[in-house]
Structures are given as structure tokens and as C-alpha cells.
């Protein structure tokens, strides 16, 4: 069994992103597997798990490797909370639990990959605050947050993580854009780094924002 | 697919629409093609009204239109409809239920009309006519004025669930109840290109059977085809698929379903995902001619020491080649006549780093030539040392040769901290240390009169091991490596050379063997999928299995370049591998190149 590379994707699924945007979500994360697919190496290493958050946050596919991973069927609630919090909490949770450790016996996977999308700001800001701190003791090698569109809070994103980009449209071409753009991510969190640096990321696509 | 820029709302239906579908007509006439369904909202102006202008614009743009998603005029007239009666909640995908906004101020007959519409299967759609709409549209607007539709009707859960999920094709309509609807593809397991693909006999029956709320045990399928060439079938009798496949492909198959053997057959479909082969996804692509820092994707070097041979090769990995990036690996290999010293090194640049090809290559070489000054001189303190003691594992002997590899490292860390402030070539920006990031191993040997005395200081992973005989042998370092995959120390962190006793105690190993079968130092493209565990690597018998796989290489320096070519899943990094022998008996007296 080679080394895996873990990518978490996390997505806002609350009432506001119901109805198109959703959708272009789809297309977008459809995009995300078909372009990773056709990467040798990100087919033998990498390993994707979707976490969605309303007014829950729930694992909607566990990690899986990208050669067996079906995407899933993904639902919006017609209107409710953004408990971002609880999705870093789940998220610390599965990190915890799936990403395996250098031991004797067996290398360790590489260094997690985060992606969270949100078009609104956390409701639960208490568990939010406390959650950031928390994802910073995770051994992740990159922590990417983007915020879509106009309604995207951008202030408390920057809590969790220094890289973050604003997505200005939220339809399925921007999304498209956004998620080749994370592939392309991807594919550089195979290699060989020192123990606490951080990805350097590829040029994001004229359609994504760098936040400063 | 749905690309519009976002929800507005029409000011007045009946005039919105009338003015729409003059302009498609106007289309029509010309016998030109319009805009897909997606760009609709762009149509609708600020103000509400229809943006004529933006439409012919849209319609021109050929990009645009894509015959795989073109739709009639009566199906981009429900959508839009459809989406502005439920203030953008519902689309066309979902069954549309009329009932529910009856209380907004819609036209009764309209809301109507759309519900028939909806329930039909979509080859009905062209039965309906665009004046259909209209006329339901206008009829009763008369007794409720357009201006009043701005209300926003509230739906129920059940009515705006996300329906299918099946992205694209959830642009169907849903055909009504009382006809039994395709039941939504059942997605098989994935597949990969070269490996057996099998799926059981009457799982793909009873996954349909299960959707529609029939008898799983009495369901059975028939006429499921896999496209030519895909390697795998399904065998009618047993209702098994299998095979190994050979096309790379995601589709959607058409197959034919029986509730039982006295019902008729119902379409459905699967879907499934046939993986590419990643061994035929690599690239082999140039790398940049205008880099700076250029260097050979492959290197390799025969040397002819005295009592030994050093047997050199280094190639980039697929990885590297796959993207047209630099090998980042290095080596270099060095012989004392005077003393019969053997000096080897090899690095590893980091991935991550953007000139770390260069910082291998001045870490091997000033290493190399620092070891090399100091041992080819005939009266050095080493050698001096080893005589004078007569044991080699003298604390003075070892501290003198810990001394002195401590040094070249320490030399080669400073060669690159000279490079990142005045780098030997153009950069395009001012680098900083870390674009140099490296591993280092270095490997000294020489026949003493007890045997062959070998000295290693390593900082990073990789490795270097030798072997006390055929079957059996004793890795020389210690792996720097993390608690992650790829996670490892560098010789430009000022860390990794501080002088403590814990910190250089585990870089530094010295061993003297009395029969020297061989040595190896390399980088970790080679010890990653030779040695897959810290508790492999220190196993004397793993060293053995890959002693007796690496003899083939060992031929020639072409040759050991040739077998570092070897298929390991997941291992793709670039691979650089020294070897140390005794000289053969009859032995060529060389092999340069």
C-alpha cells in the first residue's frame, strides 16, 4: 500500500447555496475528480473525503481512494444555520482518526490537504473560534479556505488560514476554475518538504481573488 | 448545464415572454442559433424586463452554444418559468406541482400548463407549443394584473428536495407517477484500466429492484452492453460482469429490466467508471531550456578505486518528468591513490524546493572536494590516527572522522548559504536559502588491515547500508524522516548542524567489516519502495532481498541506471544509487566514459 495523500473537501451546503449554485458546485467537484483522474500520481496516492455543513456537519463520503471514490449525492435544506464550527471540529475528527503516522511498521501517509468553500459566515462562531486553533495543531500541509460569492464573510476565514482566495460569481465556470485550480494543488502535496512548511501554491485562475 | 450569473426577477410575465420569443423567432427566421438555457437570467435586465440586446449578443458568441446542450424553445421558456415562479428554488429537473403556488399571483392556467409540462417524459416536449404558454399566461392575466408577481411563494421541503443527483442530466423532466419512471442509474464499483473488474451475477437487478419497490429475488436484467473494446462483459445466463479492462471511459449503459419473467422490459441504466492506467498517464516532458540551473535527467559514472569499483547512476523520476521539472537528485564518487580512499556522496534536492537541483549538486560537489583534499593527502590526521592506534574504533579515530564529515557538510551548507545571497546564474528573483533545500549522505571507505573501515553522516532520508554477506546487511544511517510522508530535515537548516552531542551522534556511523561484500548509499526514490518501513529498512535480511535484486544493475553504470527504471505504485520520485564493490578478480581495469 503506498502512501496516501488525504484531501478534505469541505462544503457549505446551507439554505443560500440552494438552487444553482449547488449545482455549479457539482459540476465544479465533478471537474475536480475527472482532472485529478487523469494525474498518475494523484490516482495512486490520493484519497478524498467530502464534509458538508448546514446546520450539521456531516461526512458525506468518507475518505476513499480517487480510484474508487463515486462522488456524492450532495443536499442543501431550504434554509438554516452555517455551523462551519462543527465542520472543523468533524474535520479534525476524521484527520485524527484516518491519517496514518510513521511508525516502525509503515511510513505515514502525507501531510493532509483542507479545502473549505463557504458563501455565508460560521453561526456558530464560539465552537468556530475555538475550531481554528484546533486545525492548526493538525499536521495539515495546506489549509485553502475560499469564500463565494457577494454574502461571503471574508474576516472570519482568516483565522483559519493564511491562504485564502474570494471567488466573486458562484456559477459552474468559476467553480470549474476554482476546483482545477485545487487539483492542481493537489498534485504538488506529494513531495518531499521540510516538517513544518507549507505547500507553495500554484497561480490561482484570473476567476479567484487572493485575499490579503 | 446551469451558468447563469445569478437570480433576478421578471416585472411582468406576459410581456417578458412575448418579447423572448419574438426574439427566438427572429432567431429562427435567420436561421441562426441562440444561446443555451443557461445564459437565460442574463436576459433579464435589472429592471425586470427582457434585455434583447444581451440576447443577441449571447446568440452570437459560438463558443457558447454547444449542440450537446442546445433545448427547444419550449423547454428554455419552462425553465425560466419555472425558476422565476419559485423565485429560483426548483429547476428543471424537478416535477413542478402547481398547487403549491396558487397563492402567488401567477396565472392559475399558467401554473397549470407548467405541471403538465413537467410530468411528461422529454420526448413529449416538442408537443407542446411556445403559444400554449403564452395564451394561459395572458388569458388570465387579465383578471390579475402582471405587476403583482413579485410576491415569493413559499415551497414545501418535500417539493424543492435536490431531486437526482446526477448533475447535467438532471435537466430531464420527470415523467408522471402513474407511468413508471427510469429508475435513477445504478452506479457500479469503479474500475481501472489492467485490473480484473468483476460485479456480481443479479446485484445489478436487485440494486434496481430495491429502487422501484420491486421483489429483489424475482428481478432480472438483460441486453447490458459494454462498449467494444472495453474488455469486460456482461454474461447474459449467470448476469455476472466480468473482465479486465482495457478502455479508460464513464458511461451511462443502456439495459433492459424485468420486475419478474412475466413483466414486460422497463429501460434503465447504470453508470460506471473505468480508471485509466496510471502507469500510461506519465509524460515524459523536456525540461525548461531556459531555467537556470539546468541539468541531465539522467547522470551516471563508472569509477575504478583500487580494491574497489563505484558504480554511479542517477535518473529522474516520473514524477518530475511527468510535469518537466528538473531531476533534483545528485551524486558524486571520488578515489585517494595515494590512500585508497573512497569517497561517495549523494543528494536529494526537496520537491518543494525551487533550485533544490542546484543545491544538491554544490552539496555533493563541495563535499566531495573537501573530503578529497583532506584525504588524498598521504599524511593526514586520519589515516595517521588509524596507524597510530591500531583500532579503528579508537574514541580518537572516531571523533577525527566524525571531525571531518561533520566539516564537509558543514562546508557544503555554507556553499549554499554563499549561493542564495550571489547565486552563480541569472535568477529572475533574489533566492533565499531554502530554494536550495537538500539532503546529503556521505560515505567514506578504505581496506585497513582489520577490513574495510566505511564512515557515513547523513541529514534527511534516504540511506546508505553494506552488506557483511550476500544474504545479510546493516543499514549505515539513520533516517531523518517525519511522522508524514515526505517530511524530512534539510542540509540548509541551521538545525540539523548544531553541535550537539544527541543531534550529531545519530548522523554520523562508523563500522569496520572484515569481509566487504559491498556498499550502497541512495537516495529515498530508491529506499521509499525498497525498504517500505524504518523496521524493513533495519533488517538484515530485507538488505539481503535487495542486494541480490540490485545485482543486475551492477554490470555497468548504464546498466544501474537501467534498473533504477523499476515500477513501484506511489514511488515516483527521482532515484540516485552508488555502489561500492570489491574490484573483481580479472576485473576490467575500467569502463570510462
Redesign the interface.
Known amino acids: 500500500m503506498s502512501r496516501r495523500l488525504p484531501v478534505y473537501i469541505l462544503l457549505d451546503t446551507s439554505g443560500s447555496m440552494r438552487g444553482e449554485p449547488i449545482q455549479a458546485l457539482k459540476v465544479g467537484l465533478q471537474s475536480l475528480v475527472s482532472t485529478l483522474r487523469q494525474d498518475p500520481h494523484a490516482l495512486e496516492s490520493v484519497h478524498l473525503s467530502i464534509i458538508t455543513f448546514d446546520a450539521q456537519a456531516r461526512v458525506v463520503c468518507p475518505l476513499e481512494s480517487l480510484e474508487s471514490f463515486q462522488l456524492p449525492s450532495i443536499e442543501c435544506p431550504q434554509s438554516g444555520p452555517t455551523m462551519t464550527g462543527a465542520a472543523l471540529e468533524l474535520l479534525c475528527q476524521c484527520v485524527d482518526r484516518d491519517v496514518k503516522k510513521t511508525t516502525g511498521d509503515h511510513k505515514g501517509d502525507w501531510r493532509p490537504i483542507a479545502f473549505l468553500m463557504t458563501d455565508g459566515s460560521p453561526n456558530d462562531t464560539a465552537l468556530y473560534e475555538r475550531m481554528t486553533s484546533e486545525v492548526k495543531k493538525r499536521p495539515f500541509a495546506s489549509v485553502i479556505a475560499c469564500a463565494a460569492g457577494a454574502k461571503a464573510k471574508v474576516e472570519p476565514l482568516k483565522k483559519l488560514t493564511s491562504q485564502l482566495f474570494n471567488l466573486e460569481t458562484m456559477d459552474s465556470h468559476s467553480f470549474s476554475g476554482l476546483f482545477q485550480w485545487v487539483s492542481s494543488t493537489v498534485s504538488t502535496g506529494n513531495r518531499s518538504m521540510g516538517v513544518s512548511s507549507s505547500i507553495v501554491l500554484p497561480p490561482p485562475p484570473p476567476e479567484i481573488q487572493v485575499v490579503v | ?7 433576478r426577477k421578471i416585472k411582468d410575465p406576459v410581456r417578458f415572454f412575448r418579447e423572448l420569443i419574438s426574439a427566438l423567432e427572429d432567431r429562427h427566421k435567420e436561421k441562426k442559433p441562440h444561446g443555451q438555457i443557461g445564459l437565460l437570467e442574463s436576459w433579464i435586465s435589472k429592471d425586470g424586463e427582457f434585455n434583447k440586446d444581451r440576447f443577441n449578443h449571447d446568440a452570437l458568441d459560438e463558443d457558447r452554444i454547444r449542440p450537446d446542450t442546445y433545448t427547444s424553445d419550449v423547454e428554455v421558456l419552462y425553465d425560466l418559468s419555472v425558476r422565476q415562479v419559485t423565485g ?4 428543471a429537473g424537478t416535477p413542478f406541482s402547481a398547487s403549491l403556488y396558487k397563492t402567488s399571483n401567477w396565472p392559475s392556467a399558467f401554473l397549470d400548463k407548467l405541471e403538465e409540462f413537467s410530468k411528461v417524459p422529454s420526448e413529449k416536449h416538442k408537443d407542446f407549443e411556445v403559444k400554449d404558454f403564452l395564451l394561459a399566461l395572458s388569458e388570465t392575466t387579465k383578471e390579475q394584473p402582471p405587476e403583482a408577481v413579485n410576491s415569493e411563494p413559499v ?1 414545501s ?1 418535500s417539493e ?3 431531486g437526482n ?1 446526477q ?2 442530466a ?1 435537466k430531464k423532466i420527470e415523467p408522471p407517477k402513474e407511468v413508471p419512471k427510469p429508475p435513477i442509474p445504478v ?1 457500479l ?2 474500475g ?1 484500466v489492467g485490473k480484473p473488474y468483476e460485479y456480481e451475477a443479479g446485484k445489478i437487478a436487485k440494486a434496481i429492484a430495491s429502487k422501484c419497490g420491486d421483489d429483489p429475488e424475482k428481478a432480472f436484467i438483460q441486453n447490458l452492453k459494454f462498449p467494444e473494446g472495453s474488455g469486460i462483459v456482461f454474461d447474459e445466463n449467470s448476469g455476472a460482469i466480468s473482465g479486465s479492462p482495457t478502455l479508460a471511459f ?1 458511461l451511462e449503459i443502456d439495459l433492459q429490466y424485468f420486475k419478474d419473467k412475466f413483466s414486460e422490459a422497463r429501460p434503465a441504466k447504470i453508470k460506471v ?1 473505468i ?2 492506467d ?5 509524460k515524459d516532458l523536456p525540461t525548461p531550456a531556459d531555467a537556470p540551473y539546468q541539468k541531465k535527467n539522467t547522470d551516471h559514472k563508472f569509477l575504478d578505486a583500487g580494491d574497489f569499483q563505484v558504480i554511479a547512476a542517477s535518473r529522474r523520476g ?2 518530475h518528468a ?1 510535469k518537466g521539472d528538473f531531476r533534483d537528485d545528485d551524486f558524486s564518487t571520488g578515489f585517494c591513490k595515494d590512500t585508497g580512499w573512497v569517497v561517495v556522496t549523494v543528494a ?1 534536492g ?3 524546493a525551487k533550485y533544490s537541483r542546484k543545491g544538491s549538486q554544490l552539496a555533493t560537489e563541495t563535499a566531495q572536494s573537501r573530503l578529497l583534499n583532506v584525504l588524498s593527502d598521504s599524511k593526514n590526521s586520519i589515516d595517521k590516527l588509524i596507524d597510530h592506534n591500531k583500532i579503528w574504533d579508537a574514541p580518537e579515530v572516531k571523533s577525527a572522522v566524525r571531525g571531518l564529515l561533520y566539516d564537509a557538510a558543514l562546508a557544503a551548507h555554507y556553499k549554499l548559504v554563499d549561493e542564495s545571497k550571489s547565486p552563480s546564474e541569472k535568477l529572475a528573483s533574489e533566492p533565499i536559502l ?1 530554494n536550495f ?1 537538500t539532503t546529503l549522505i556521505l560515505l567514506i571507505l578504505k581496506k585497513i588491515p582489520q577490513g574495510t573501515l566505511l564512515a557515513t553522516f547523513s541529514i534527511g ?1 534516504g540511506g546508505a547500508g553494506a552488506m557483511i554477506s550476500p544474504e545479510a546487511g546493516l543499514p549505515l544511517t539513520q533516517q531523518d ?10 542540509l540548509t ?1 541551521p538545525s540539523t548542524l548544531r553541535q550537539e552531542e544527541s543531534n550529531l551522534a545519530q548522523r554520523f556511523h562508523m563500522v569496520c567489516l572484515p569481509e566487504f561484500v559491498g556498499a550502497v548509499a541512495m537516495t ?1 526514490g530508491i529506499t ?1 519502495p525498497k525498504f ?4 524493513s529498512y533495519s533488517e538484515s535480511s530485507q538488505w539481503g532481498i535487495f542486494w541480490k535484486d540490485l545485482q543486475s544493475g551492477l554490470g555497468s553504470s548504464e546498466n544501474l541506471l537501467e534498473w533504477m527504471n523499476f515500477f ?6 527521482d532515484r540516485t544509487l552508488v555502489a561500492i564493490v570489491p574490484r573483481k578478480a580479472n576485473a576490467p581495469a575500467h569502463e570510462h566514459r
Not at chain 2, 429560483?88 to 429547476?91: E, P
Request: glycine share 10%; no cysteine.
Open positions: 448545464m446551469i451558468i447563469s450569473q445569478g437570480y429560483n428554488k426548483v429547476d415551497a421541503a424543492i428536495s435536490e443527483d448533475g447535467q438532471s452506479q464499483k469503479n481501472t464513464e467508471l480508471n485509466p496510471p502507469a500510461s498517464l506519465w516520473r514524477s511527468n536529494d526537496a520537491g518543494s531554502r533545500d532520508d524522516s517525519g511522522e508524514h510522508a515526505g517530511q524530512t530535515v534539510f537548516f529515498d521509499d517500505p518501513s524504518d523496521a513501484a505504485p506511489g514511488n515516483h520520485d
